[in-house]
């Protein structure tokens, strides 16, 4: 059965083609890489660890999982049930919102005399000088992977240094996207990267260069044929993120060791959910503790000092004790504040979702490096890759990154120029 479920759920990859579905309702030619396969296979790379690692019949697939399972307080199997419930639904959901052809009206920002890249570049260097700030409070612990900051240190400097590149790698998408890019912003886009890369963060580096990288195929800058086009980065990018993890956990750097490295992290990341269910016998608490953390985590510390304190108190799962690399994927807080129907909910919005911003991808006259100008289909097209990727930091993360980004984002372009709501006749 485990075997069945894994191609189930593999399958969509190959046969949801979004450029057949998009014909539907459009016949215009389309560039770039659609969201839709990057966002599933973030999903399915979460999902498939976590069924395996749930299932009581694994058969040759036990010694696979019998280095994960190594925590005496969770049990693995008992819901397994429930797990491959949720996840199937989610995927399945996923795909509806995905292939609903709900119609939103656009809205378009011109750039006029280039105001927008006067404006991308000014906060680029706003926000650059923010993260400089941020590691220099942090101390020179910045670049030793997990070491504490120095005692004088403001708080969440890390986390603001970290996020500031992620918000640099969308300015340097959208920059890309025109018809004329600043230079000047890539270059201080690639100096905050090289930051980053120091302190050994592989989700985050891998999600701020996500935007960029979409942003160049979409020109079709590089041409390659489709299926490279699709394969080759993918592949690169987990032998990459493998390499960042045996580097920094000091391992040798062989190929194995690399692998390892790479499909041991969802194993590890999923068993929040399962600590979740076996510490709630796996029942939704309906607390929404969950979605008021997101909301209460924009709220400065300096503000609110105890806000953590609150929030644990109030019931927020801290699945530290249970998980050993402090992951906490997407799917526990929303069983966690709503049950399956929110798993349900939240997947068929976020298929919408990815279709609007997936039609961003469109050859037409209206496309951004054509008519110099960005819409709400590419800002969403080029910042939803960087919340994609925190799934695997839970709900209330999700969320927070997805307010946060979004306020930022469409306040930096809206200041550059008046927009248009473009409806359809």
Request: with cysteine.
């Amino acid at each position: 059965m485990i075997f069945f479920l894994i191609i189930l759920y593999i399958l969509p990859l190959f046969l949801i083609r979004p450029k057949f579905v998009f014909k539907s309702f459009s016949k215009q030619n389309i560039v770039g890489i659609p969201l839709f396969y990057i966002c599933y296979g973030i999903l399915a790379f979460y999902y498939i660890p976590l069924i395996i690692n749930s299932s009581p019949n694994l058969g040759i697939l036990e010694n696979v999982v019998g280095f994960v399972r190594y925590q005496s307080k969770i049990d693995y199997v008992s819901f397994f049930s429930l797990i491959v419930a949720c996840t199937s639904l989610s995927l399945i959901f996923f795909i509806l919102g995905y292939l609903t052809p709900i119609k939103i009206n656009n809205i378009y920002f011109q750039n006029n005399k280039k105001n927008l890249n006067k404006i991308l570049l000014l906060f680029s260097i706003i926000i650059f000088l923010v993260q400089l700030f941020s590691i220099i409070s942090f101390g020179p612990n910045y670049f030793k992977y997990l070491a504490e900051g120095s005692s004088d240190a403001f708080t969440s400097a890390l986390q603001i240094s970290i996020i500031s590149v992620e918000i640099l790698g969308i300015i340097n998408g959208l920059n890309f996207s025109l018809k004329n890019p600043n230079k000047k912003i890539f270059f201080i886009f690639l100096i905050s990267l090289i930051l980053l890369f120091f302190r050994a963060k592989r989700l985050e580096l891998l999600a701020a260069i996500l935007p960029s990288f979409l942003a160049i195929q979409k020109r079709n800058i590089v041409k390659l044929n489709e299926k490279i086009k699709f394969l080759f980065p993918v592949f690169i990018i987990f032998l990459f993120g493998g390499l960042i993890g045996v580097t920094r956990g000091g391992g040798d750097l062989e190929l194995q060791n690399i692998i390892f490295n790479v499909f041991a992290e969802p194993f590890l990341a999923t068993q929040s959910f399962q600590g979740y269910l076996t510490l709630n016998n796996g029942e939704p608490r309906f607390l929404f503790i969950n979605t008021l953390a997101s909301f209460l985590a924009l709220i400065p510390t300096t503000l609110f000092p105890s806000k953590w304190e609150y929030i644990l108190g109030n019931g927020y799962y801290n699945n530290k004790e249970l998980n050993i690399n402090g992951a906490n994927i997407l799917l526990t807080g929303l069983y966690d504040d709503f049950g399956i129907i929110g798993i349900i909910g939240f997947s068929f919005l976020l298929g919408c979702l990815i279709r609007f911003a997936d039609k961003s991808r469109f050859l037409i006259n209206k496309i951004s490096y054509i008519s110099n100008n960005v819409n709400i289909q590419s800002i969403i097209y080029f910042s939803m890759p960087i919340i994609i990727i925190h799934f695997r930091d839970g709900y209330s993360m999700t969320l927070k990154y997805f307010i946060q980004i979004s306020i930022f984002i469409f306040f930096v372009v809206s200041l550059s120029s008046k927009f248009k709501l473009l409806i359809k006749k």
